[in-house]
């Protein structure tokens, strides 16, 4: 009955509702900022070299923000999300899920830049920022319930997306060994404990090693299994885009899919993925040593790019020319079969199963620093040192519970935590303008 529920509310969420929202939201901020995103290159160059003052204020460096809030991103989304767009709406799902990235990372530029420039000191703990703090402080009394309805479904939120989602992936992939769920489940609540009830700064040295570590391991060996298979890509680019627009009919193991269908699941898992429009990532970046908000909302930019265009592309790549998607199965063990069909079985697994297992660990760790944010704005410092404490069981429960509820939960307060944010950003877009003026 709650399965169903919650089905529902999907439909609507994400049916029309938040699809049209975070797409046209996107597109007009990419206006507002002048297609900035389009320049990435340019701006990676830039902001890598730009130099901060010594006035600067924060809590971790700029670059160890980018990492938390890249852990936090680059996670189970980016390998079973990423399957299951595919499994359920078929290759055009890919082009719809690019679309996403590139409109995301205008409003992740602007989410960045807003957390950085409302960001305040909590008393006795790091600069708190993100959404709930651009409403307060930036938007009119009135608006202000806003900031409390976002924090608290924020606070629940990280329970599914950054808690639960995670262990049952990792669990699920450890599980292919003969490894019993609740022993994954055990281990995980040991390794994430460990991090997580030592703070901002112990999870940020973990990020700083294990992001760059895992991103460079899975997008390597997701181009040999690319190469392996390089007469098939012409092909794949092909049915990415075509398939976009038309239906795609039932073949091999995949049933079909409409033209809503594909963009739906495209555009839901690329916002799994990326989280752009969530405002979630601007906690991890108002936290850096930076005098500059616009400097930091490029950092933001790139933390998109790095996640939908480069890591999910590889992904859906690997999946698609090696003609995986038509085996019928979805999520983690989609992506498993297509490594699988270059590496063999047991290496192929064994790639996936380990990225899973840094990327799902590392995206609890920071989801775990944004739950206890959104509690700290709600009741104060104080109640962070219990929310890591309740962090902790809801690993065993992810790692034991099923997956379709647990990924229809996600996209339940996914949405939910979006909408007081893309309003939000509507009603503060004017002071996005001003910001393009290279305040470095």
């Keep these: 009955m709650f399965g169903n529920f919650v089905s529902k509310i999907n439909s609507f969420l994400w049916g029309y509702l938040l699809v049209v929202l975070i797409l046209c939201i996107g597109v007009y901020l990419t206006y507002k900022i002048r297609f900035l995103q389009f320049k990435i290159i340019k701006i990676i160059k830039e902001i890598f070299f730009a130099r901060t003052s010594n006035s600067a204020k924060g809590d971790i460096s700029a670059f160890s923000a980018l990492?938390?809030?890249?852990?936090?991103?680059?996670?189970?989304?980016?390998?079973?999300?990423?399957?299951?767009?595919?499994?359920?709406?078929?290759?055009?799902?890919?082009?719809?899920?690019?679309?996403?990235?590139?409109?995301?990372?205008?409003?992740?530029?602007?989410?960045?830049?807003?957390?950085?420039?409302?960001?305040?000191?909590?008393?006795?703990?790091?600069?708190?920022?993100?959404?709930?703090?651009?409403?307060?402080?930036?938007?009119?009394?009135?608006?202000?319930?806003?900031?409390?309805?976002?924090?608290?479904?924020?606070?629940?939120?990280?329970?599914?997306?950054?808690?639960?989602?995670?262990a049952n992936s990792v669990a699920f992939g450890v599980a292919q060994f003969g490894v019993p769920r609740y022993i994954t489940g055990l281990l995980l609540i040991f390794a994430v404990g460990l991090v997580t009830l030592g703070g901002l700064k112990r999870i940020a040295k973990v990020a700083n090693f294990c992001v760059p570590f895992m991103c460079g391991l899975y997008v390597f060996?997701?181009?040999?299994?690319?190469?392996?298979?390089?007469?098939?890509?012409?092909?794949?680019?092909?049915?990415?885009?075509?398939?976009?627009?038309?239906?795609?009919?039932?073949?091999?193991?995949?049933i079909g899919s409409s033209v809503l269908n594909t963009i739906r699941y495209g555009v839901a898992r690329g916002v799994f993925s990326n989280e752009a429009g969530l405002?979630?990532?601007?906690?991890?970046?108002?936290?850096?040593?930076?005098?500059?908000?616009?400097?930091?909302?490029?950092?933001?930019?790139?933390?998109?790019?790095v996640d939908t265009l480069v890591v999910c592309t590889v992904t859906a790549l690997t999946i698609i020319t090696t003609q995986s998607w038509f085996s019928?199965?979805?999520?983690?063990?989609?992506?498993?079969?297509?490594?699988?069909?270059?590496?063999?079985?047991?290496?192929?697994f064994s790639i996936v199963v380990v990225t899973m297992i840094l990327t799902a660990y590392?995206?609890?760790?920071?989801?775990?620093?944004?739950?206890?944010?959104?509690?700290?704005?709600?009741?104060?410092?104080?109640?962070?040192v219990?929310?890591?404490?309740?962090?902790?069981?809801?690993?065993?429960?992810?790692?034991?519970?099923?997956?379709?509820?647990?990924?229809?939960?996600?996209?339940?307060?996914?949405?939910?935590?979006?909408?007081?944010?893309?309003?939000?950003?509507?009603?503060?877009?004017?002071?996005?303008?001003?910001?393009?003026?290279?305040?470095?």
């Design 386 to 440: 219990f929310y890591r404490i309740l962090w902790l069981p809801f690993v065993l429960v992810g790692a034991l519970g099923k997956l379709e509820v647990i990924w229809n939960v996600c996209d339940m307060l996914n949405g939910f935590m979006a909408i007081p944010n893309l309003v939000a950003l509507i009603l503060l877009s004017s002071m996005i303008l001003k910001t393009n003026n290279r305040n470095f």
């Design 328 to 348: 019928g199965k979805s999520g983690s063990e989609l992506t498993m079969t297509a490594f699988s069909k270059t590496f063999g079985e047991t290496l192929g």
């Design 221 to 254: 060996c997701g181009l040999i299994v690319i190469l392996s298979n390089i007469k098939g890509l012409s092909q794949a680019i092909m049915l990415i885009f075509t398939k976009a627009f038309t239906p795609q009919a039932a073949v091999g193991g995949f």
């Design 67 to 166: 990492n938390v809030a890249l852990s936090g991103t680059v996670g189970v989304g980016n390998i079973a999300g990423v399957a299951t767009a595919i499994a359920l709406g078929g290759p055009g799902a890919v082009f719809w899920m690019w679309i996403s990235g590139i409109v995301g990372m205008a409003t992740k530029f602007a989410e960045v830049y807003l957390g950085v420039k409302f960001r305040v000191r909590q008393d006795g703990g790091p600069f708190i920022g993100g959404p709930m703090m651009y409403i307060k402080n930036g938007l009119p009394q009135k608006f202000h319930f806003l900031a409390y309805i976002y924090a608290l479904f924020g606070a629940a939120a990280a329970f599914g997306i950054g808690n639960m989602a995670q």
């Design 279 to 305: 405002g979630s990532a601007s906690v991890a970046h108002s936290t850096a040593i930076t005098d500059s908000p616009y400097r930091q909302g490029l950092l933001g930019m790139v933390e998109v790019f």
């Design 362 to 384: 590392t995206t609890n760790l920071s989801w775990g620093f944004y739950g206890e944010t959104f509690s700290a704005f709600l009741f104060g410092n104080k109640i962070r």
